[in-house]
């Protein structure tokens, strides 16, 4: 590790010495926080005293707080215990007395290209307004409130006025079924749902109003439904339950106090769908959450008063509620929210945004880094975008071909690139680079400043380098997840039992440090196949086959087999214009060989037009397998429509 970290500079520009990518002195010297890698480091020994010194420089506080972490009750931690806080002062009301009030807080640009700015002031109004509508339908300080939108700012409103009254909000992604938005409501207990009529994807709409009325047939907890009209399509309504978005905001005062909140009271409830049915509803509380993020967004993307961020992720998910609505608002930071799919009408939509806008930081998904590889680099090549300083990646493990493609044609070998490894349970980034740090190509770098990560063995010795074991994180911090909603026990038993003896949170992944302490997260445990005693990573695998050049996407799942314990069965999405035959099955073969080795090569290769995913684009391995062996395909709620 050492030579890496007194090695942090370059003499020139961002150039590739072996694998390290070193940031040159100008990067490092203009960062946030040029001496990043001195302060992690003295942040190992003192966690608690970085995350007090981050909550006294980013946040306001009405009531300070009287002692920064209470461990009294592991693992139900808390943080910043006495203040008195909300998220809505630090993200609005404070900038309102400010010069801040007339800078750009959000930009959107609907897929049709119509657009809309908000200043902090408009936003700041626009919230007030909603934030009345709801408490008129007497939603109060710890009601739950259901948000199932598009990709709209009302989405954003939403949110931040539920919190501004002190409500918990539970927003249910856009592309859920009807099934998995009433298993959400009630879980929550929303009697409050904030929907559209209609969202547009892809030049067609989607009828969320529809099935929002579906889902309240099975959620009868719900009063009222708040319909906020996007598409002007037809739809059903019902009197007296459902009201117009644009009619009730119409009647209310545009002023609205703020709800004083305890630092430990909850501020959100996010449902992630686990390996069993039911979705785990994961509490974020006021305080710790708000320290975490605004730190984050400030030393990892850097973010200065002229920036246009744009994080293209959706706001339904924790890297939207984290990097969309939250942290760029507390740091006081632009903002850019776009409405349609990557690639959608044309497949540089996105480079002409960055363009127009003029954006300066992009924080994106693997899985759409290689579906812009896919289409070409002519596509970004039109394009020099050279106002963009900073790239990110989050979601999965970013393959070195996606990562040096992202590199090369979209950062045009200028901007280096933060791999944010998090989680919906750690509220924030937790491994990761800065603008100081130097990257090697699939590695998310260094455990961020007061975070305390290790890669263990079962018994809990740290693994040597290169040897792969459980990522586990040794010391509480502040975004973390507090408990799943209702299910103390879940929440003990999901994160906390592994090592319970040692008290240390198990991600559910698996990674691995190498000789410069850098870390490698391979993926979640239950991807990982064990081939003839080798643990293999599917992520692994796949990288090797999507480095084939004929390979756009791939998937891999173990196959149990009487010899090896598993093999490898191998779904490979082939690039356009290629045709699979059993030549390109031998050269895929050959080339997994040559990547990773035999052990990795997969038993069976099988070209497939598509992939099940995810809404938030995972690939469900786990579905794949269970067609394989002729299972029953368990809970399909999160797979993409
Ligand atoms: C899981 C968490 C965090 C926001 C989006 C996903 C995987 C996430 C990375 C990364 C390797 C990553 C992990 C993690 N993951 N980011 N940069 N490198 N893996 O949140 O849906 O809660 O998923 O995503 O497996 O456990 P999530």
Not at 123 to 135: Q, S
Not at 270 to 289: A, E
Not at 471 to 498: C, F, S
Not at 499 to 509: N, R
Request: glycine share 8%; proline share 5%.
């Amino acid at each position: 590790m050492t030579d890496v970290v007194d090695a942090t500079v370059s003499d020139g520009n961002m150039t590739p010495k072996s694998d390290l990518y070193f940031p040159s002195p100008e990067v490092v010297a203009n960062a946030n926080v040029p001496d990043y890698l001195a302060v992690r480091e003295k942040a190992l020994t003192d966690p608690v005293g970085f995350w007090d010194a981050r909550a006294k420089e980013l946040v306001d506080w009405y009531t300070p707080y009287t002692q920064v972490l209470d461990a009294s009750n592991a693992p139900f931690f808390k943080w910043y215990v006495g203040g008195k806080t909300n998220i809505i002062h630090n993200a609005l009301d404070r900038h309102i007395k400010t010069a801040t009030k007339d800078k750009l807080a959000l930009i959107w640009e609907a897929e049709d290209g119509a657009q809309r700015r908000y200043t902090y002031h408009d936003l700041w109004l626009e919230v007030n307004r909603f934030a009345n509508v709801l408490k008129s339908l007497n939603v109060k300080k710890g009601d739950t409130v259901t948000i199932y939108m598009g990709r709209v700012p009302e989405l954003s409103i939403a949110m931040l006025a539920v919190a501004k009254l002190g409500a918990i909000h539970s927003v249910v992604y856009g592309g859920f079924s009807e099934q998995a938005l009433a298993d959400r409501i009630n879980d929550a207990r929303s009697k409050v749902l904030v929907t559209c009529d209609g969202a547009w994807l892809r030049g067609k709409t989607v009828n969320l109003k529809d099935i929002a009325d579906e889902a309240v047939a099975k959620a009868p907890v719900v009063e009222k439904v708040v319909v906020y009209q996007r598409t002007n399509q037809a739809i059903q309504w019902v009197e007296n339950r459902d009201l117009w978005w644009h009619e009730l905001v119409a009647n209310v005062e545009s002023e609205c106090e703020t709800e004083q909140m305890d630092a430990e009271d909850p501020l959100f409830i996010l449902y992630t769908s686990g390996t069993t049915g039911k979705p785990k509803g994961q509490l974020h509380t006021c305080g710790g959450y708000q320290v975490h993020i605004a730190t984050t967004l400030k030393y990892v993307f850097d973010i200065k008063a002229e920036d246009v961020w744009w994080c293209a992720a959706d706001p339904g998910w924790i890297t939207g509620h984290s990097y969309i609505v939250y942290a760029p608002l507390i740091l006081g930071a632009t903002g850019l929210m776009y409405e349609g799919a990557p690639g959608y009408p044309n497949p540089d939509r996105w480079w002409e945004l960055v363009e127009k806008y003029g954006v300066t930081i992009l924080y994106t998904a693997p899985t759409a880094i290689r579906g812009f590889m896919r289409l070409g680099e002519a596509w970004p090549e039109k394009h020099p975008m050279s106002t963009l300083r900073l790239l990110g990646s989050v979601g999965e493990p970013i393959n070195p071909e996606a990562w040096r493609w992202y590199y090369k044609y979209i950062g045009k070998e200028r901007c280096q690139i933060m791999d944010t490894w998090w989680q919906t349970e750690t509220g924030g980034f937790m491994i990761t680079p800065t603008p100081a740090v130097p990257l090697k190509p699939g590695s998310g770098t260094l455990p961020f400043a007061g975070i305390i990560a290790d890669v263990v063995r079962t018994n809990g010795d740290s693994t040597d380098a290169n040897e792969d074991g459980f990522l586990v994180i040794k010391h509480p911090w502040p975004g973390m997840a507090r408990t799943i909603w209702g299910e103390n026990e879940r929440y003990v038993q999901t994160y906390w039992t592994d090592f319970a003896e040692q008290g240390w949170y198990f991600s559910g992944d698996s990674a691995r440090r190498d000789e410069d302490g850098y870390f490698w997260v391979i993926g979640r445990m239950d991807d990982v196949i064990k081939v003839s005693g080798y643990r293999l990573g599917t992520a692994e695998v796949e990288s090797a086959l999507v480095s084939h050049p004929k390979v756009a996407e791939a998937a891999c799942v173990g196959i149990p087999d009487e010899v090896k314990g598993n093999v490898i069965h191998a779904f490979c999405i082939l690039n356009a214009g290629v045709t699979g035959d059993d030549a390109l099955v031998k050269e895929l073969k050959d080339h997994v060989r040559h990547e990773v080795g035999p052990i990795a090569i997969p038993a069976a290769i099988e070209f497939v037009p598509t992939l099940p995913k995810t809404r938030s684009g995972k690939i469900m391995r786990r579905l794949l397998k269970a067609q394989l062996m002729g299972q029953p395909i368990g809970d399909t709620s999160t797979l993409e429509g």
